[in-house]
C-alpha cells in the first residue's frame, strides 16, 4: 500500500470518526435531556465527554495533518479557493467545539451531582444546555461543508 492511500484512508476514517462522534453524541444528549432523567442524562453526558476526548480530539488533530500531507504529495496549489474555504469551515467547526467540550464537562459534572443527590438539574444545566445546542449546529453544517469540498474541490 502506498503512502498516499495510507494517508488518505486515515483522513477519511478520522473524518468519519470527527462527524459520526460529534453527530451520534449530540444526537443522544439532546435527546436525553428532553427526558429530563437526571441519572440518564448524567450517565450520557459523562460518556459525551469521554467520546470527545477518545474520539473527536484525536481526530481533529489527524485531519490536517493528513490533509496537508497529501496536499504535498498529491501536487495541490495550498492556495486554491476550496482549501481556504476548507480550512475556513474547519476552523468554524473548531470555533463552535472549543466552548461545546467546556460546557459539556459542567454539564456533566452538574449533572452528576445532581444524580448522586437525587435532586433536580440547576437552571445552568438547562441555560448550558442551550448554548451547547446552538453552538452544534453551525459546527455541524461547517463539517457538512468540508466534506462537500473535500469530494468536489470545486475551481
Same mark, same amino acid.
Given at each position: ?95 463552535? @467545539?472549543?466552548?461545546?467540550? @467546556? ?53
Amino acid at each position: 500500500m502506498s503512502t498516499y492511500l495510507l494517508l488518505k484512508w486515515t483522513h477519511i476514517l478520522s473524518s468519519v470518526l470527527l462527524v459520526g462522534t460529534g453527530f451520534g453524541s449530540a444526537f443522544y444528549l439532546y435527546f436525553t435531556n428532553r427526558t429530563r432523567n437526571t441519572q440518564a442524562i448524567a450517565e450520557v453526558s459523562r460518556l459525551v465527554v469521554k467520546a470527545d476526548f477518545w474520539f473527536t480530539t484525536p481526530a481533529i488533530i489527524i485531519q490536517p495533518l493528513t490533509g496537508f500531507a497529501m496536499m504535498s504529495m498529491s501536487g495541490y496549489n495550498f492556495s486554491q479557493t476550496w482549501l481556504f474555504w476548507t480550512l475556513g469551515l474547519y476552523v468554524l467547526a473548531g470555533i463552535c @467545539w472549543l466552548p461545546v467540550v @467546556w460546557l459539556q464537562l459542567l454539564m456533566a459534572k452538574m449533572a452528576s451531582v445532581a444524580a448522586q443527590n437525587q435532586a433536580q438539574l440547576p437552571e445552568y444545566y438547562w441555560q448550558y444546555s442551550r448554548y451547547w445546542e446552538w453552538l452544534g449546529y453551525p459546527a455541524f453544517i461547517a463539517m457538512i461543508g468540508v466534506y462537500w469540498l473535500m469530494v468536489f474541490k470545486p475551481v
